[in-house]
């Protein structure tokens, strides 16, 4: 905006002050006209061709300005262009993190009335998160894609209800199973009693995981994560996946992490093939 109001003033400027010496210039002609014998030739030369010069300078400064305009314009345009293509890329490479945390921003209480909604505090955060810029696409505008991305994910992941989790540790086992099975996954919970640390095994697309279910009121620690890594070398599978509706404590992450177990909440089952793919080591 600044910058527009400075080249305006510039123009204007530029265009009076080259009036003012045209001007001076016809009046020193008259002058000399009223006080000799009369303008000499190249006074009238100048006479006649001034009107014309101040036309074709006033032409060819506006014609300027005009392209100066049109690049900013087509600069600003592809500035927005790519922020938008930034974001939408970033929503579907952080789909799974982002859905959980734009679902579980809302809270409601036992008969369903909202008590807080942080959403667009969530998505806010997301954004800023990925390098966007208000400068090249207001907030609002973002806010709004972002959120047409999310709800535009398949009808599927729409209706997968994460907030309707049973009570029961053996109901939340049938419950991932089954919606993990809607998912594409073909599931078979191992013996109860006798599970080795693995509760649901998971396979799609060649990849077989196994998963231990943590129906937990606490933050999950590093005793599910040793047992999901024994699990899985016993069973002989390729992925340990420990699923809690709880979180994590910080040492169960960093044991995850150096063991590569994935450590995913059940808001995150619609994507846990994504995860899985994503978390898989460099080399493998």
């Given at each position: 905006m600044l910058k527009?109001?400075?080249?305006g003033i510039r123009f204007a400027a530029t265009s009076i002050l080259m009036w003012i010496v045209i001007l001076v210039a016809l009046s020193a002609a008259m002058a000399s006209t009223t006080s000799g014998g009369g303008p000499s030739g190249w006074w009238a030369v100048a006479m006649l061709l001034s009107p014309v010069a101040a036309v074709w300078v006033t032409h060819m400064l506006t014609k300027r300005r005009r392209s100066r305009d049109e690049e900013r314009k087509a600069s600003r345009e592809r500035s927005r262009w790519e922020m938008r293509q930034l974001i939408v890329s970033s929503v579907e490479r952080h789909l799974p993190a982002l859905t959980k945390n734009y679902r579980t921003a809302v809270r409601r209480n036992d008969y369903g009335v909202i008590l807080?909604?942080?959403?667009?505090?969530?998505?806010?955060?997301?954004?800023?998160s990925i390098g966007y810029s208000p400068t090249h696409l207001g907030e609002q505008e973002?806010?709004?894609?972002?959120?047409s991305e999310l709800e535009a994910k398949p009808a599927s992941s729409a209706t997968f209800d994460p907030t309707r989790v049973p009570i029961n540790g053996h109901e939340f086992e049938d419950w991932v199973a089954d919606n993990l099975t809607?998912?594409?996954?073909s599931c078979s919970k191992t013996p109860g009693g006798g599970d080795q640390g693995i509760d649901?095994?998971?396979?799609?697309?060649?990849?077989?995981?196994?998963?231990?279910?943590?129906?937990y009121?606490?933050?999950?620690?590093?005793?599910?994560?040793?047992?999901?890594?024994?699990?899985?070398?016993?069973?002989?599978?390729?992925?340990?996946?420990?699923?809690?509706?709880?979180?994590?404590?910080?040492?169960?992450?960093?044991l995850a992490e150096a063991a590569n177990v994935l450590l995913v909440s059940h808001h995150e089952i619609p994507h846990l093939a994504q995860m899985a793919l994503q978390e898989q080591p460099t080399g493998e």
């Open positions: 527009n109001v400075w080249s807080s909604d942080n959403r667009i505090a969530v998505i806010l955060e997301f954004l800023y973002a806010v709004g894609l972002v959120i809607r998912f594409g996954w649901v095994i998971a396979v799609k697309d060649g990849l077989r995981m196994g998963i231990q279910c943590k129906l009121s606490q933050a999950v620690g590093n005793k599910a994560v040793q047992e999901a890594l024994s699990g899985v070398q016993y069973y002989g599978l390729d992925r340990a996946v420990v699923l809690s509706n709880a979180p994590f404590t910080a040492s169960a992450k960093a």
